[in-house]
């Protein structure tokens, strides 16, 4: 089994800036993609940024040129730099992960715990 532990989240005024981080252990051979997603009160969980195995980022284009995400492949670590943080980024944020346990098992999906991000006026 994958475990994954999330830290960073927490109170910030409008402006500012927060660093999410997850780190993944476990049983895993190799992991696919590494992102985050956040869920707001009342809405659907969403797509934040994503990075494949091959180097591919993705973001929502809501927080493009915002939001940075960088992984470690070493040690299995991914984190988020949120920047310029905006009331509408309160949310809910959680980790993904895509990893195997073998060469030859198939990728599976771990959410995180979530971690808190609150943004004020």
């Known amino acids: 089994q994958v475990q994954l532990v999330e830290s960073g989240g927490g109170l910030v005024q409008a402006g500012g800036s927060l660093r999410l981080s997850c780190a993944a252990s476990?049983?895993?051979?190799?992991?696919?993609?590494m992102g985050w997603y956040r869920q707001a009160p009342g809405k659907q969980r969403e797509l934040v940024a994503v990075?494949?195995?091959?180097?591919?980022?993705n973001f929502q284009d809501s927080v493009k040129g915002r939001f940075s995400i960088s992984r470690d492949n070493v040690k299995n670590t991914v984190s988020l730099q949120l920047n310029s943080l905006k009331p509408e980024d309160t949310a809910v944020y959680y980790c993904?992960?895509?990893?195997?346990?073998?060469?030859?098992?198939?990728?599976?999906?771990?959410w995180g715990q979530g971690t808190l991000v609150t943004v004020s006026s």
């Open positions: 476990g049983s895993i051979f190799s992991i696919n993609a």
């Open positions: 993904y992960v895509e990893s195997r346990s073998t060469l030859y098992s198939n990728y599976r999906g771990v």
């Open positions: 990075s494949t195995s091959g180097g591919r980022t």
